[in-house]
């Protein structure tokens, strides 16, 4: 139940690229926060659900008593997270609109080797914890992750990031042309070789 608010994602990304690459930082800022606010409310109202209706989610998968009391206890573990992750990859997804995909990639990456990583570590291998010891690590990776990518999201200077994504469109554009200028020089050049080719053709006799 992670993926439900993948379109407003989707939807973020689109519009916010589009207003910063058609000038309009406002717009971009508007649509961002928009985005933000949809996918938390809609990601809190299925979390509410799924924890709701645990007893009954569990039920459908098992019946052993012993696995549907451990699978209960990691229930609201797993709501905090999923409500954490969709923060952050809300956040992560307008950061890449804004071209800033190494800041954000860059943060994720770090905070997991970081965080969550050495924390899963010790409590499976030296403080022989359970299965919520590791639950708890991947909270406190995405909490952390998640926090400072929307510090870098509330912090943004849209004007800047508008300009440079109208940049490097105008760039991408000219090598775009570049590259269409050469594959049309090289057409033509085969063109007049295989022209040249046919004029000096000759026929040779037994």
């Not at 269409?180 to 040249?196: G, L, N, T, V």
Request: aromatic share 14%.
């Amino acid at each position: 139940f992670e993926y439900f608010p993948t379109g407003f994602t989707t939807a973020a990304e689109l519009r916010v690229s589009r207003h910063l690459g058609n000038r309009r930082p406002g717009m971009a800022k508007i649509a961002a926060y928009k985005s933000m606010i949809y996918s938390i409310v809609s990601t809190a109202i299925i979390t509410f659900c799924f924890c709701y209706y645990r007893y009954e989610l569990i039920g459908l998968y098992t019946n052993e008593d012993e696995i549907e009391e451990m699978l209960n206890d990691l229930v609201l573990l797993v709501g905090i997270a999923n409500m954490v992750m969709v923060i952050g990859v809300m956040a992560y997804t307008i950061l890449c609109a804004q071209n800033r995909t190494n800041l954000a990639t860059g943060t994720y990456a770090f905070l997991s080797f970081a965080t969550t990583l050495p924390m899963s570590v010790y409590f499976v291998f030296f403080g022989d914890y359970g299965l919520q010891s590791i639950v708890f690590s991947l909270i406190v990776g995405y909490s952390l992750s998640s926090l400072i990518l929307v510090v870098f999201l509330l912090t943004t200077n849209w004007r800047r990031c508008s300009e440079a994504v109208v940049r490097k469109a105008a760039k991408t554009q000219e090598e775009q042309a570049r590259l269409s200028r050469a594959k049309e020089k090289k057409r033509r050049a085969k063109e007049a070789q295989k022209d040249i080719e046919s004029r000096f053709k000759f026929v040779t006799i037994p």
